[in-house]
């Protein structure tokens, strides 16, 4: 097994805006073979999402930056090929923080074993996992919407956006999604059933969204910033509440904005209309809501009123190109890289 050649990637050059393809370097590595109390993990799926945009730069966050030529971060579904952890067995799938490679040591009392029994295994990086979890958190403890209100979210057919608003109806809300194509728009409101779907990149996009909320907005779940905050912020409502999740609109952004500042807008927006304005990362709510979380969405997607979408791309070698596409919208669903190990579900 030792003999076996594995492969990574990693960051190669910090980006300056928007990453490149030489931003990052696969290599080619020998498998490693488990010590004691450790387990030796095949990748499956890996999972590729826009946090992973922040950990290129060396900025202070919440996170510690990835260093130039450490493995990629990145969580992923694989499968035990063997152990010495008394706690799995060779031939269990678990949902475990390996990086963009094809095989990963573990010891970490953190894996989580997946039952493809009770749903398919890569809705652990979706629906089921991280980015639901993220949809759900934000929206339950800060956005606490109520029927009849209206919620409005960006990314909308992507893992987050697409839960905020099945969730939001579910809880008699109205939900308005804003997506990045017409196609988008007819499967965030077709399928996903949201009352509403606005195209952001619609050369009328905000005079759509002001139609598309004739009350107003109650609640903005924040996935994006940019041009989406602006035509939202003239539409809230007095006591609107604004998680905000991310900012996907400025992860590329090289410098400290790309137009005109809209920070005395905001602020003057926050104290007139008694907004709560609360960023968030999602593990902040684990403790108190995750088995809530898993019990109600796995329900929901057993009994279908709650639908996902996944997107997938064969190849570790694909993870870079995917991953630059991802962060333009070049993708339809939750992005996930299938890796050898894993089959077409
Ligand atoms: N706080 C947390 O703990 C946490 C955890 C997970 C994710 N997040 C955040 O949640 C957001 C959604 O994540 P996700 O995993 O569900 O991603 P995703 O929807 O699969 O992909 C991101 C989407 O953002 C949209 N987008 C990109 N640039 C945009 C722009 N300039 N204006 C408007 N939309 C733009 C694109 O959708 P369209 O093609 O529809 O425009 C793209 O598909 C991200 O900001 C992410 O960082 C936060």
Excluded at 181 to 198: G, I, N, R
Excluded at 290 to 306: H, K, N, S, T
């Amino acid at each position: 097994m030792s003999s076996t050649k594995a492969r990574q990637i990693v960051l190669a050059a910090r980006p300056q805006g928007k990453p490149r393809l030489t931003d990052f370097r696969l290599e080619e590595t020998q498998t490693p073979t488990p010590g004691a109390g450790q387990v030796l993990l095949q990748v499956q799926y890996l999972s590729l999402d826009p946090y992973m945009r922040g950990r290129m730069d060396d900025r202070k966050s919440y996170a510690t930056p990835t260093s130039l030529g450490a493995v990629m971060p990145g969580e992923s579904v694989a499968k035990v090929v063997a152990s010495q952890h008394p706690g799995y067995s060779e031939g269990d799938i678990v949902l475990a923080q390996t990086g963009w490679r094809t095989h990963a040591l573990s010891d970490r009392a953190d894996l989580r074993k997946l039952d493809p029994r009770v749903a398919p295994v890569t809705t652990g990086l979706g629906v089921l996992g991280m980015p639901g979890f993220t949809a759900y958190g934000g929206l339950r403890v800060i956005g606490k919407p109520r029927p009849g209100e209206t919620v409005v979210v960006a990314a909308a057919s992507g893992p987050v956006g697409s839960l905020v608003g099945q969730l939001a109806r579910l809880a008699g809300a109205r939900a308005v999604g804003v997506a990045g194509s017409p196609e988008k728009c007819a499967y965030v409101k077709d399928e996903l059933q949201f009352d509403a779907a606005v195209d952001h990149k619609g050369a009328d996009f905000a005079a759509k969204l002001a139609e598309a909320c004739p009350n107003g907005v109650d609640v903005y779940y924040e996935n994006v910033g940019g041009a989406v905050w602006q035509a939202v912020l003239p539409l809230l409502n007095n006591f609107a509440r604004v998680p905000v999740s991310g900012l996907i609109a400025q992860y590329n952004a090289a410098g400290p904005g790309d137009g005109p500042d809209r920070l005395p807008a905001t602020m003057r927006a926050i104290l007139s209309k008694s907004l709560t304005v609360r960023g968030f990362i999602n593990y902040e709510f684990a403790a108190e809501h995750y088995a809530a979380f898993l019990r109600e969405v796995g329900a929901g997607i057993a009994d279908a009123r709650i639908r996902y979408r996944e997107d997938f791309v064969d190849g570790l070698e694909k993870a870079p190109e995917a991953f630059i596409s991802m962060l333009e919208g070049r993708h339809f669903g939750k992005l996930i890289v299938r890796l050898d190990g894993g089959s077409k579900p």
